[in-house]
């Protein structure tokens, strides 16, 4: 490497660095050195104006700037004023310096003194650099070159009238547009031969014959045409249909994926919105890669950079020792990350198993480090809630072989994607499950996924201890579940499915008896949990497969009854309801009017949607009311121990088992079976209620009755009342 490459590379190591000091410190040494090569200078001094450093660029560039106009090179003496006028923008000097300059390199050119006058270049009032787009813009666009307008698309020069001050441009639309030059400098891009929409006028089958032979070309015509970057949809929009038939595209693109994964001169994103970047120099995917574990910041980002190794790591001829080393970094990050971030310590054990089955000669087994990690998690559910899907289903695989008691013990708790990895520990739990739906003690969660699969003809098929839950205890249960959820939120994916599932209500009472029937319907009647029209949306299902079941859409009088209720759930709704009516309606209200000022409230997507909240809103401050008016708030203080009233906690033996079991009988809002807590409406309760120790009671099974025993009656703790 000579002397001059030695000092630029020394001075582009500076400026990577952002070592600006330093960097302007070699220029100032170069330039006594090199004095007699100012052209070498003024290439240095664009390093700087590449590293985003104007005012830098410009003071340095001032200091050659008469030296290059002495030796006769008007180029570089033009782009040299070029940088100062970036950070001098107004500087009047300059102005007349840039006058002459462009005044002797186009001497020859008839056309500069127009372009000279429309560029506003003598005017104080334009700023320079948008002078000199103007002026480049025009002189560029010569007869017979090409130039790309936003919305007209590419067009070429037909010509350039000097003296009357137009420009004819044959666009698609138009093939002699005519305008002023001061229109065309600012909305005219000139483009060259080679961008890709010039090609596809002047050379669309060479363009077809090079997308078909050699994708990579195509693509990389692309990306020049458009700054080296262009999402995959603008790819998309510019070659499918006229480059590559429309019907082949997809097929096309997914080929030239896997061609451009292999080019190092190209940067594939992993979102579909990011733009593909054709790089100045190549980069290989493995380097990259690496460069980014190195400098990612904790494990989560760590296991993220991992989780992109391992798609190409089955391409790489020998990735041994790459792999040790992702492996060995993720441990040790592992070991700093605190155990109050479960989630980023399991995606991690799990990237750590991956990374382990590519290995020629695989370290420790990994799954002992993951079965830990779960153990170590109090939370179970929440945590297989929060984990990425693959991680998810690797921690339930685990957790079967090395924790399935755990797993069985805390299945109530978990969400429809986490009971949707382990359909078989559900069939092993089928008696339990049936148990909970007809105590009405099932999580929501569980009777979401229940409904939903019951729903089905090929989920009941693959999972055939689901019918005998296809049965009124069901519909009982999900009703239930809905009505003691804390608020809305919580029942919403019940709701959906309640109501989404058209044949549901149907099929669950299709077998039922007249009594059953009856009493569902006066359920769903006098429910609170549902408006009007749901109430009689649902009876309506149930009249497809029981007609007499109508009289109560027509004389439905149904005397609703006061609610017990905590005081702890009592207060969350009124808290809910004050805060609908002091904060949330006052704020819609001013939504709506601020959307009204906007106009025309035809089209007027912000008025819609402020209205569709003031309905919202309005719907639920209305039930809340109604729910509250109902609601006789207690802390059970008073609650009698002599039998199972309201407020008591109840221990019973199932007597069919031999196991106990604890519930806490409290207000109607209350229910979390997850606890042990039941509200008083439920039918396990409702079964207990008035009891006395010793007493042996029923509670509804789905062919014979189950009989518990009563063993014990007392206050439930203290801390549970407060927490409800």
Same mark, same amino acid.
Request: glycine share 4%; with cysteine; net charge negative.
């Given at each position: ?25 070699? #220029? ?41 106009? /002495? ?76 130039? =790309? ?39 005219? /891009? ?61 097929? #096309? ?31 290989? =995917? ?14 989560? =980002?760590?296991?993220? $950079? ?6 190409? $790591?089955?391409?790489?001829?020998? /990735? ?6 992702? =492996? ?40 002992? %480090?993951?079965?830990?990690? %779960?153990?170590?998690?109090?939370? *179970? ?26 797993? *069985? ?26 148990? #909970? ?11 979401? #996924? ?5 729903? @089905? ?56 008896? !007249?009594? !059953? ?15 009007? *029209? ?22 439905? @009088? ?92 109840? !221990? ?73």
């Amino acid at each position: 490497m000579s002397s001059i490459q030695n000092h630029h590379q020394q001075l582009k190591d500076f400026l990577s660095r952002s070592d600006w000091d330093n960097a302007q410190a070699l #220029w100032l040494e170069l330039a006594e050195q090199f004095s007699d090569q100012p052209e070498f200078l003024l290439l240095l001094v664009k390093e700087f104006a590449d590293a985003g450093q104007t005012e830098m660029a410009a003071e340095l560039a001032s200091l050659i700037a008469e030296s290059i106009k /002495a030796a006769g090179k008007h180029h570089e003496w033009l782009y040299a004023l070029k940088l100062q006028a970036e950070a001098k923008p107004t500087d009047k000097p300059l102005r007349a310096e840039l006058l002459s300059a462009y005044s002797q390199l186009h001497e020859s050119d008839p056309r500069l003194r127009a372009i000279l006058t429309v560029s506003d270049l003598d005017q104080n009032r334009t700023p320079l650099p948008t002078a000199i787009a103007r002026i480049e813009t025009l002189l560029a666009l010569q007869v017979g070159t090409y130039c =790309q307008h936003k919305s007209w698309g590419v067009g070429r020069v037909k010509s350039f009238d000097a003296t009357l001050g137009q420009i004819v441009v044959s666009f698609a639309h138009n093939p002699s547009h005519s305008m002023k030059l001061a229109y065309a400098a600012e909305s005219l /891009a000139p483009v060259s031969i080679d961008h890709i929409e010039v090609r596809k006028l002047t050379d669309l089958d060479g363009l077809k014959r090079m997308a078909a032979e050699d994708p990579v070309a195509a693509l990389r015509l692309v990306l020049l045409s458009h700054h080296r970057a262009a999402t995959p949809e603008r790819i998309e929009g510019l070659l499918s249909g006229s480059v590559i038939p429309a019907d082949q595209w997809k097929k #096309w693109w997914e080929n030239a994926r896997k061609l451009l994964k292999k080019d190092p001169h190209f940067d594939l994103p992993a979102k579909k919105t990011d733009p593909v970047i054709l790089r100045t120099a190549p980069v290989s =995917q493995q380097d990259e890669i690496l460069e980014a574990f190195r400098d990612a910041k904790g494990l989560a =980002q760590q296991t993220e $950079v991992a989780r992109q190794f391992l798609k190409l $790591v089955d391409e790489l001829e020998d /990735a041994e020792l790459l792999i040790q080393e992702f =492996q060995d970094a993720l441990l040790e990050s592992l070991k700093r990350t605190p155990a109050s971030r479960p989630v980023e310590r399991i995606e991690a054990a799990v990237v750590l198993e991956q990374l382990r089955e590519h290995q020629k000669s695989p370290t420790e087994d990994t799954a002992v %480090l993951l079965a830990r990690l %779960l153990s170590a998690s109090p939370h *179970l559910s929440e945590v297989l809630d929060e984990l990425s899907t693959s991680a998810q289903r690797r921690a339930l695989a685990v957790l079967k072989i090395t924790d399935p008691d755990r797993l *069985l013990r805390e299945l109530n708790r978990f969400s429809t994607r986490s009971l949707d990895e382990i359909p078989d520990v559900l069939a092993q739990k089928a008696d339990a499950i049936e148990q #909970w739906v007809h105590n009405q003690t099932a999580g929501t969660e569980l009777l979401c #996924w229940i409904c939903r699969n019951i729903s @089905t003809p090929a989920s009941r098929k693959a999972h055939p201890w689901l019918d005998a839950l296809q049965t009124p205890a069901l519909l009982f249960a999900v009703i239930e579940s809905i009505e003691s959820a804390p608020n809305k939120s919580v029942s919403k994916k019940l709701r959906d499915v309640l109501f989404g599932e058209e044949e549901l209500v149907a099929d669950l009472l299709v077998q039922a008896d !007249t009594e !059953t029937v009856r009493k569902i319907t006066r359920l769903i009647l006098s429910s609170s949990a549902f408006e009007e *029209l749901d109430r009689r949306s649902l009876v309506a299902r149930v009249v497809k497969v029981h007609p007499f079941v109508q009289e109560f859409l027509v004389t439905k @009088t149904v005397k609703e009854q006061p609610l017990i209720v905590s005081w702890g759930s009592y207060n969350k709704r009124r808290a809910e309801l004050d805060d609908i009516i002091q904060k949330k309606i006052p704020q819609n209200s001013k939504e709506i009017g601020l959307a009204r000022s906007y106009g025309d409230l035809r089209e007027n997507f912000e008025f819609k949607a402020a209205k569709d909240m003031q309905r919202l809103l309005m719907r639920r401050r209305a039930e809340l009311e109604i729910l509250l008016s109902r609601a006789q708030p207690t802390d059970f203080a008073d609650a009698k121990t002599d039998i199972v009233s309201i407020g008591t906690s109840v !221990t019973v033996t199932d007597l069919g088992t031999n196991r106990s079991q604890t519930y806490h009988i409290l207000g109607a809002w209350d229910g979390d079976p997850a606890r042990g807590i039941i509200s008083y409406p439920a039918a396990l309760a409702q079964t207990l209620l008035n009891k006395k120790v010793g007493d042996i009671v029923e509670a509804a099974g789905e062919t014979t009755p189950q009989k518990f025993r009563i063993d014990k009656i007392e206050k439930p703790p203290a801390e549970m009342v407060q927490s409800l």
